[in-house]
């Protein structure tokens, strides 16, 4: 898909916690893709985070393999074989 016609949902909870006496309230945070654009052009301009901001979808280029055979071609990512699969050949008895 290109980047282009990439939207990312929006999302946005509001969470209120009330005062108790005796009660912690500790907030996480995690974080929330809104461009893949922006990010992608920060992670090229930042080697040394790339991998960590950008990880391949490996089962994603997996099924391109499998699905566009030797005609594969992506910078970058090369077809290589997987171990080979032994099965008899013999009829069943």
Do not use: C, W
Request: hydrophobic share 45%; aromatic share 4%; charged share 20%.
């Amino acid at each position: 898909m290109p980047l282009d016609t990439f939207v990312a949902p929006t999302t946005s909870v509001k969470r209120t916690a009330s005062a108790s006496k005796g009660v912690a309230v500790s907030v996480s945070y995690a974080a929330e893709l809104t461009d893949l654009r922006v990010l992608a052009e920060y992670a090229v301009g930042h080697p040394n985070l790339l991998a960590l901001l950008i990880g391949p979808n490996q089962a994603g280029l997996d099924a391109l393999v499998k699905q566009l055979g030797e005609s594969f071609d992506i910078p970058g990512v090369r077809r290589v074989p997987k171990a080979p699969v032994v099965r008899s050949t013999r009829g069943a008895r």
